[in-house]
């Protein structure tokens, strides 16, 4: 829910999977791959304020998908190790990020976007990369983006960033079920988190997505530490995963790597 209104379900259900044993890179994999479960509970809970917007929503998704797809083949050809070093920055910029979207959404009311522009499909790639690659935070980039050149209506830019990022997800998805270590046993209850949450949350963000954000604005002092410094403590010792299902060797990971760097250069 709270990733409907305010885009930051990730930063909350990162550190969860970190916390229960899964190694940061599978980690970031099962979310994005529960994320997808937002999309129809999105659309079905944003249908007043998508009315109009098919042709954006059309417009829009193949950029989603080549971005996203983009962020998946790289996030996959990082080493392991790598990544897990990179992390805990990722989290700090998703924390920041967050701590700031109350600011932006208030300069986002006092100054209404223009549509159009080279520079806002340039920045919205961007976003997608950034979502296929790490993807907590992005939400609050894709609306920052969407409504200062799509749609200056908070509300309506809010219901088309959820939409586009559930579409940016099925894209990262399929590259990381074909080529990447899924954890199905932690992909299925989350995923069941996020469509509940995202029916539900919808109808409450055009409703009380000023209210949310103010409150949000007071909650980061207590609440954002704990959860950031839970998320980088794991990542630098994550605990073993013999209790999660493993559907792919470490050696066929790697042997996947070719295969993938053969289809980044094609692209």
Known sequence: MVGSAGGIASLIAYPALLAVGIAPLPANVADTLASVASLPGSALGSRPELRGQGSRVLRLAPLA???SGAGA?????????????IVPFLVAFAALALLVQPRVSAWLETHPGRNGGP??????????????????????????????????????ANALKNVLLGVADVAGSV????????????VVPLAFGFLTGSRVGPSLAGAYLEAFSALWSHW???GL???CGLALARTG??????????????ASARAAKPELLRLAMHV
Do not use: K, N
């Not at 690659?133 to 894709?142: F, L, N, R």
């Not at 270590?181 to 932690?186: C, G, N, Q, S, T």
């Not at 010792?237 to 470490?250: G, K, L």
């Open 65 to 67: 998908v080549a971005g």
């Open 73 to 85: 083949v790289l996030l996959l050809l990082t080493p392991a190790g790598v990544f897990g070093r």
């Open 119 to 156: 520079w806002s499909s340039c920045g919205l790639f961007a976003v997608w990369v950034y979502c296929g690659y790490w993807g907590v935070g992005a939400g609050v980039m894709a609306l920052a983006v969407l409504t200062l050149a799509v749609e200056p209506h908070l509300a309506q």
């Open 175 to 186: 590259v990381f079920i074909v080529y990447g270590p899924v954890r199905w046993a932690a």
């Open 220 to 222: 980061p002092a207590s």
């Open 225 to 227: 530490p704990s959860t």
């Open 237 to 250: 010792q994550p605990r073993p995963e013999a209790t999660w299902p493993v559907p792919r060797s470490d």
